[in-house]
């Protein structure tokens, strides 16, 4: 038992998923409190959030893959460039924070359907605090020092759960976003306070500008990934009432919550394969292991999402104002299955430096839905679950690119029937095809069971690499470090 608690893998995993808990009862709670419209609201304030969060021009993702793939021993390199990106954060949080006093003092009123101006300077407060915290986390990640980083994601969610308790509405959105700023300032502290080495604040101008070109064509590929999902709830927001943008956002939310906790495994790895999969000679057992995780995450994924399917009509007998959402959020979770299918593979391509190939594919998949589903709302005044079915099939042509470049990275056969093959193995490909049964008989939940469990019975090799891969991160919680074995 102390062997388990000691474990930091296991421990910061463990409160990662208490984070998700939180997340996602604060989502519940929300939704009741706030009512269709008022979730409408709230739902257009977070996508705009969500848009914010590309603002620091991916200053934070070039050091995350810069501390992953350089030398790691190297502690006066990290310093140099954590103290540049700190300072680029510094410029970039600047400009905005500038921009969002000169409209607010200007009294220009935009999107007002949302009653967004209200909202705007908080927004943009709580946008540049993030985008300093995660630069911090990127950096504690790189380190493997989990602790600050758990603090960090529960606090923010910790302080807005007893919130719908005291206020509502309007009322309520003001608390959550002061609740918010309040975690942020806090994490903000926490990381300075904790830093792995000391900072070394000095500008060197020209590692400033290797961090906003790097960062720019990553951010790029982070953008036109994100934007596949937020193009289909802008089109929402868009052509919809506010009453629509809330039943959108509440499935979408919870549709999300289901695969977020999959997460922590990309989380903990990802600087492991980066430094890993970056080299042009793959050995047989990081070909293997790379297999295997793809594997596991593709069937834990899936497993996650049929239980969430099956529990969402429970869920529904508890918020009535969105009974209606049924067919959306199923469209919304078999999103995330196609997302599920890419993994893995686009971490690789960014390690070996070719996210320019992920940014038109994906840039070609956000033209497809905004284009297509624009077409279909104005012209043909299609329902909005229409929006989701075009949202799988972007997805599907993203992941399939995807998946075509990284076989060919790995020397494998690249054409459109073997990465097929490989995104929809029939273990995987007969119970989505009998969810897609269930969708268009509508019985939904007794399809989902019998694909449940035919997946299952499918998969069962899956139970003997989750057992494999826990007794490594449980004995040897180092191997996650990029320096470990």
Known sequence: MKKLFGNKVIGFVATRYFSYVLQFLNSLFVAWSLGPFYMGVWGFISMIMQ???????????????TLSTGDFKDVERQKRFVSNALFATIITSTIYLFVAVGLVLSGVHFFEKYLFTRYLFPLVLISCFNYFNILFLNVFRAHSIFMPISVFQTLVQLVQLPLFLFFKDTDLINAILAAQLLAHVFSFLLFYMQMPFPLKFKTDWGVVKELFTRGVSLLVYNITFYLIMLSSRSLVSFFYPVETMGLFTFAANIASALIVGLSSLDFVLFPKMLNRLGKEELNAST???????????????????????LCYPILLMFFNAYSSTIVIFTLLAMSQLIISSGFGYATMIISRGKELYLVKHGIISVIINVFLGSVLVYFLHVPYEALAFLLVL???????????????????ESTIPHVLKEMFPLSTLIPLLVMLVGLLMGNQLLFNLIALVIFILLNRKGYYLFKKYLDILFNRPSAVNISGD
Do not use: E, P, W
């Not at 848009?51 to 893959?65: K, R």
């Not at 972007?394 to 494998?412: E, H, M, P, S």
């Open 51 to 65: 848009y914010m969060a590309f603002g620091n021009l991916g200053v934070d993702i070039s050091l995350n893959v």
């Open 287 to 309: 070909k293997q292991s790379f297999n295997d995780l793809r594997y596991l995450y593709t069937v834990l994924a899936f497993i996650v999402i049929l239980v969430g399917l």
């Open 394 to 412: 972007a997805f599907v042509y993203y992941d399939i690119q995807v998946v075509k470049l990284g076989r060919n990275l790995l020397g494998l």
